[in-house]
């Protein structure tokens, strides 16, 4: 079916970042056919579908290219503790408890939250892998995923985490009609020992696939990689072959000028969660010194549980104000560098900047359209700047992922939320021991 949605404020994100007044987008068999005004009359009765999107904005479906969504079940469970504690003595206790029924609700929970606030990607790093990535294949998300790896375990343990890891890469890579895409994951230098780290990149050699991993979250883990190891984690991450493969780096907060130059070097790709940082008061990563050396910074949540939510437009906001506040800079980060930071830059970040990110023919029809008549739109100066500073997830009325609509006027179509909200807060309560208001 041939769809035409027009009369709408198109960002393109392109390399150009066109903004089209009064423009249009259509899109067949999942790709995008047309971008650009709209067509006369005549011409949109060729379109078999015509939406008359007037007042709205069309931009290119976010892309969260950081997130453990299981982790939806634990959200306001533990706040306010620094990292390490958090994770040592609040999450992981109770993660360990998680079986295959709390990642399917819990992730199906997230999938619901992403895609009402118009993220039509996201990178996923968890275990029971498989439950995520049916949820995947039954929403209509687009997702990449990979099995996260914890090396603190008896070797047995490790080379089944590993053959498990390297299973589900190969099992669900394309799958879901090339919506899902795989990635190894070693969870990070301070939970893998580094013979442990050669043997997970060297599967994702053989299987050739992209490597995720945490970096530098803390002051703290870099200072432990400089006693165990005797450098810090970026050096290290570096003679263990890491970089040699395509690589997404998720935080990289703790980093000197020389640990940039060789993140650019090397092309590694930067996934920047200000709201996770801020929460978990890891710090600010350094993202201007980043993008000046020509490292592509994207945008990611972290989990529901030490954010508290999964919505890009406070990413894209928090990024665009908390550089600014931190260099006393007012262009650090401009509006439409964390637009693209969610939305091109995250594509590039995944991998797939010729097939997502932006709004171009022949790429997939992920597209999200924005009403515009609440108060805080207007007046209508500058729509780059309007969805950056003023807009809220709210304001999603329509998601598409490769053509299919999967949200319409802010509910999902593919996806029974009250269900959804039963059964994950039946899981967190049993899990807990918690009542729930």
Not at 143 to 172: D, H, N, S, T
Not at 231 to 256: I, N, Q, Y
Not at 370 to 383: C, E, G, K, M, N
Not at 416 to 423: H, L, S, T
Request: charged residues 25%.
């Amino acid at each position: 079916m041939k769809t035409l949605i027009y009369g709408v404020t198109v960002i393109t994100a392109n390399a150009a970042f066109d903004v089209i007044p009064n423009g249009a987008v259509a899109f067949e068999n999942g790709v995008i056919t047309y971008v650009g005004p709209t067509p006369d009359e005549k011409a949109r009765a060729a379109y078999d579908e015509v939406l008359d999107g007037r007042g709205g904005v069309v931009l290119p479906g976010l892309i969260n290219t950081h997130c453990h969504a299981a982790m939806a079940l634990l959200r306001g469970y533990a706040d306010d503790l620094p990292l390490q504690a958090w994770l040592e003595e609040k999450m992981w206790p109770l993660e360990a408890r998680f079986t295959a029924e709390h990642v399917r609700w819990g992730s199906l929970l997230a999938i619901a939250e992403m895609l009402k606030t118009g993220t039509t990607t996201f990178v996923d790093m968890y275990d029971h892998m498989d439950e995520v990535a049916r949820n995947v294949e039954e929403t209509g998300i687009r997702a990449v995923l990979c099995r996260g790896v914890i090396g603190l375990c008896p070797r047995e343990v490790q080379v089944a985490k590993l053959e498990e890891a390297k299973a589900f890469a190969r099992a669900w890579r394309g799958a879901a009609d090339g919506r899902i895409t795989t990635m190894m994951a070693p969870h990070a230098p301070y939970t893998c020992p580094p013979d442990y780290i050669r043997e997970i990149v060297d599967a994702a050699a053989e299987l050739d696939v992209p490597v995720h991993i945490h970096l530098s979250e803390t002051a703290r883990e870099v200072e432990q990689n400089v006693r165990d190891y005797g450098v810090r984690p970026v050096e290290h991450l570096r003679r263990l072959g890491v970089f040699d493969r395509p690589t997404l780096v998720a935080h990289a907060v703790h980093l000197t000028d020389e640990e940039i130059a060789i993140l650019a070097e090397h092309g590694v790709k930067v996934s920047h969660n200000p709201g996770s940082n801020l929460k978990l008061a890891s710090g600010i990563a350094p993202v201007p010194k980043l993008l000046a050396k020509g490292v592509t910074v994207s945008l990611g949540t972290d989990s529901a549980a030490s954010n508290n939510n999964l919505d890009l437009f406070e990413e894209m906001r928090l990024a665009a104000l908390l550089h600014k506040g931190h260099t006393q800079d007012p262009l650090a980060v401009p509006a439409a560098e964390a637009l693209k930071m969610a939305t091109i830059y995250g594509a590039d970040a995944v991998f797939q900047r010729d097939r997502i990110g932006s709004l171009e023919v022949g790429k997939r029809a992920d597209l999200v359209l924005l009403d515009t008549r609440a108060p805080h739109w207007h007046p209508h100066y500058d729509p780059v700047s309007h969805v950056v500073y003023a807009a809220r997830a709210s304001d999603v009325r329509r998601v598409y992922v490769d053509g299919r609509l999967v949200v319409e006027n802010g509910v999902c179509l593919t996806i029974d939320e009250e269900r959804v909200r039963y059964e994950a807060s039946r899981l967190a309560a049993e899990l807990t021991g918690r009542s729930l208001f």
